[in-house]
């Protein structure tokens, strides 16, 4: 076990060294300036500028600084919010980013396995027709469309929930669901399939044989081994939510980290747009150890140190 936890470690720190170089040589090697603006900003206005945010001298000599102030945890300041360390930013949109992305992550993960498992159960019925014609509409769908769909519906027509902001918890409705859509359909379909399978293995013949009811096979036996493939997609699922957010995020006007990605690219943000990627490729990393770990527990032939 230590071994495995040593050798992850190891390369997540590889990872996180090659995604901050990647992103901070791509997004200072590219055109124009961070202070670039309508009208010049004069020669030596734009000089103080690049001193005052650590930014003057070789491209080399500001990649070493920046990574030096990241060993102290210090992710700088951003160019647009002059105001607000890179560090502030985060901690606020990152909570709101995590209680939509959890949300939809639960509701995925919960409506995806059950309707997978309904489908794999009542196989050629119309319930296991209607739930992959479902499936296959929700991943055809994008949530950009998904998302006025809903408003339109539930918040302008029927006047049910708001139609966009962050201001209760009924506002967590609707880009929960536009985010989890498609998903719950990804999950449902490979559950199904993978259901199909073990119910014709023959641990399952032998469980009826012993007069087990079916609900009671699917409980006992085949749910843990049929969500195998469902638990190695959890981790991708848990950081694909985190990072879609961003268009929901946006469509329904909610203040989490997706703006600050996004306003980060287009004003050359270097800091923010840092800090951004290096919160998501940790949680990325983090999810998919998590998923490792979690193997074992269902599946004892996985050993860690293997």
């Not at 995604?19 to 009208?39: H, M």
């Not at 006025?148 to 880009?175: A, D, E, N, Q």
């Amino acid at each position: 076990m230590f071994a495995f936890i040593l050798r992850r470690f190891l390369g997540f720190i590889v990872v996180l060294w090659c995604v901050i170089t990647l992103t901070f040589f791509l997004a200072r090697l590219a055109p124009g300036s961070p202070f670039s603006r309508e009208r010049k900003v004069p020669a030596f206005v734009e000089k103080q500028l690049l001193e005052h945010y650590k930014l003057s001298g070789t491209l080399w000599e500001q990649y070493t600084a920046y990574l030096g102030d990241l060993l102290h945890g210090d992710l700088r300041v951003s160019f647009k919010y002059r105001d607000r360390s890179v560090n502030e930013l985060i901690g606020d949109g990152l909570p709101v980013s995590a209680v939509l992305g959890l949300s939809a992550f639960i509701l995925a993960t919960t409506l995806g396995v059950w309707l997978g498992s309904l489908a794999a159960l009542r196989q050629h019925t119309l319930i296991d027709t209607g739930s992959m014609l479902g499936a296959m509409a929700l991943i055809s769908v994008p949530t950009f469309v998904t998302g006025p769909v809903l408003v339109l519906v539930f918040g302008l027509w029927l006047r049910w929930l708001p139609v966009g902001g962050w201001s209760s918890s009924k506002s967590l409705i609707l880009p929960a669901i536009t985010l989890a859509g498609p998903y719950i359909a990804y999950i449902a379909r490979l559950m199904r399939s993978s259901m199909l399978e073990v119910l014709s293995q023959d641990f399952i013949r032998t469980a009826r044989a012993k007069g087990l009811t079916d609900s009671a096979v699917v409980a006992r036996h085949a749910l843990k081994v049929a969500i195998l493939p469902i638990v190695s997609f959890l981790g991708p699922l848990a950081a694909n939510l985190l990072t879609g957010s961003i268009v929901v995020e946006t469509i329904f006007n909610i203040p989490g980290m997706g703006g600050y990605f996004v306003n980060a690219i287009l004003n050359r943000d270097v800091f923010l747009l840092c800090g951004v990627v290096i919160v998501y490729c940790v949680i990325l990393v983090g999810l998919n150890f998590v998923v490792d770990v979690a193997y074992t527990a269902l599946d004892r032939r996985i050993k860690l140190y293997e």
